[in-house]
């Protein structure tokens, strides 16, 4: 018996069948309104097929690289196309679908037709919706996920261990690789490696550690005759190959990174590049890149049919070249990063701020990008490359066409001292300004926290400031700063330097001005204030709007005779006199560091980020529509910054986990025409249990509108635009409340047809 060895014995996973539905094949979903923009900075796993390097990435959704053109394409999530835009793990069945593993929303797979997207998840039977390993096996197909591992036999869920109802035979139910050997089943798992017999239905599991410094294994590969195990912890310095005896330590020539598998060969990701296990040793293979210490460094390798080989990590895809000189890299066209804090646009170009990624510019084309992190002269110079592009919140175009920034420092720290820098682009390479000298005495790093801004009726710059230390009175928000047309820094506006009758908080957040060049203020906690200013002068007289009103506002757009503010509470608008007209309900309040969380489009509808998704109102104040996660390709429900573009009509959409563009004018062709509507139900019947019940629709068609009454004939609830899988009702109706058990209809409509479903919900 191999390394030491506790026999479990546990019921076959033939016995312990789960019930699990099968779901009708459904086309994948292409909203043409919508385009989404993402980076990809770890690639979990590659697969090359002829044409194709098919990469899983954990940050920028399913990357394909056609071998021909050297191009780049990418799948995103949206509503019945794949799941997530964090994906695991790929591979090929032996129908040629290939099956993408993701973080939390389950296993998406896509016909052999390319043409539609299914899924599996924990409502048809996974352990987990997160997925770590796949491993096909003809028609079936092995899937390790963070709960255990689960048997898929080409049309449906045979079953999964542990079963739920016995203990579980393993020390982690964490599967981080599996591996078919003959009649053998080895997995890898965060607490040990464990081989079964698939002819003794998986009843006994041996427990491999014989050898192994720890039992946490997160990488596992074979070749077909030698199994390799390895973990990124620092104290491994080598991968380990299982023996008779037990696991073997194999060091490698160099700092080993990360092991992989394909087309029979493993291959050990090094620091100074790719080798070849030969079944006895490592072969270094000439010309390929190495590997960082970062697992966004690590590449990721695939071996296409040919035998030509290719590595992905942040940089982009490495292919092999015909000789033995260093591989190609092709670098895809991608924004500086997901995290995204504001969006400003100068005609058909966009600007983008990140948390710590860099700042971009897209001219619909191109990205032209500065990474994160400090420019430390020598190596670069001031004047053609920002001093930081870290944290930075404020995003100010001005006449001149300048584009400011703040970027925010560390109170304390004089080696991150932050920044208030300018950059003229109309010429390569870019001008840039740092402005570094204030006249008030104030520790300058108060005054990059930059967050709102705005340009006064003279071309004046203004930015209402923040604090990371908003309790440490040495670093409070100080207010409003004021730079004059020619960017040269005038002054201070703070509540201790305008009176009583002045700045009602130092903390600002959101700025607009008025067609009467009135400057309007989104304090926080102090409702909505008013200034007017002489720059000659320089003299500032502030209005309260509604001084009992104390609301925390994080958004405001002067349109025309009406002001718009974002509360965390409600969205309302103001004549520009000042009187309140109306105050709307909002999804929920903004994201604490919204860059511009509100905006009126070129249409008068008015769009409001929220940390649950958009909500966009009519001019009246009348909701329009919501876009959320759910329904839309969404990256992130948390959205930061909403721009539209005055001569399109565009939206761009920034959130916490990718950008969008958005053209409310787009209008989707009709789906087609049937001759008869087929729809069904599932689960039907189902349980209605205290969180409601999880009710999805599938049919013969694509996109599907409908609404779900009750034996009275009462509308209970409506939904538009739902593709086959979608989740169609949570058991609530449309005041939010659960509904009694009892039988409803629904009565759906695509294609020009119609036809009702009947639901029985069980207690």
Known sequence: MIGSVSRVARPGVAALLLAALWVTPMPAHASGAWTTYLRAYTYADLIADSTTVWCATLEGGLVQFDRATHTFTTTVREPGGIASNSLTALTFDRSRRLWAGTQGAGLSYLSADRSRWNLLNEFDGLPSDTVNALTPQGDTLW????????????????????DGINASPFASNNVTGIVVAGDSLYLATRGGVYRSLESQNLQVWDTLNRGLPTPVVEQFA?????????????????????????????????????????????????????????????????????SGPLPQQWIAPAMAPDGKLYGASRSGMFEQPAGVSLWTLYRPQQPPGNNITNLALEGPRLYMTTYNEGIGRYDGVNWRNWPPGFC?????????????????????????????????????????????????????????????????????????????????????????????????????????????STGTFVRNLSPSNTGIFGLRTGRIIALTTDALGVIWIGTTGQGVQRLVYDPVLNTAMFETVSPDDKIDVRGIVAVGDTVWAQS????????????????????????????????????GTVWAATVNGVRVYRSDGTVLADYTEANSPLASDEVRAIRSDPVTGVLWIGTAAGLHRFDPRFVPAPPPSVVRLDARVYPNPSRLTALGVDLRLAGNTSDYRGAIYDLTGRLVHSFSGAANGARIWDGRDRDGRRVQPGVYFLHVTAGGRSTLVRIALLH
């Open 143 to 162: 899937i390790g996920t963070t709960k255990g591992i689960t048997l898929w036999d080409g049309q449906r869920v045979l079953g999964s261990l542990p």
């Open 222 to 290: 074979t070749d077909g005759t030698t199994i390799m195990a390895f973990s990124s912890d620092t104290a491994w310095k080598a991968p380990y190959v299982l023996s008779d005896t037990g696991w073997v330590r194999r060091p490698t020539p160099a700092v080993a990174r990360r092991i992989g598998a394909d087309r029979n060969t493993i291959f050990v990701m090094t620091s100074v590049g790719m080798y070849r296990w030969n079944g006895a040793g490592y072969a270094p293979i000439p010309g390929s890149p190495g």
């Open 376 to 484: 430390q002269l020598p190596a670069c110079s001031r004047d053609t490359s920002f001093g930081t592009a870290t944290f930075a919140f404020s995003l100010l175009i001005d006449r001149r066409s300048a584009k400011w920034f703040t970027t925010w420092g560390e109170p304390g720290n004089p080696l991150r001292p932050g920044a208030v820098e300018h950059m003229v682009d109309d010429t390569d390479p870019p001008q840039f300004t740092s402005v570094q000298a204030w006249s008030d005495g104030l520790d300058p790093v108060r005054h990059s926290f930059g967050i709102g801004s705005t340009l006064d009726s003279s071309g004046g710059h203004w930015f209402g400031l923040d604090s990371p230390a908003r309790e440490d009175q040495q670093f409070s928000p100080i207010g409003l700063d004021y730079y004059d």
């Open 568 to 603: 965390t509470n409600d969205v309302r608008d103001y004549r520009r006199s000042g009187g309140l007209i109306g105050a709307y309900p909002v999804l929920a309040g903004p994201s604490d560091i919204a860059g511009h969380s509100l905006e009126v489009a070129k249409d």
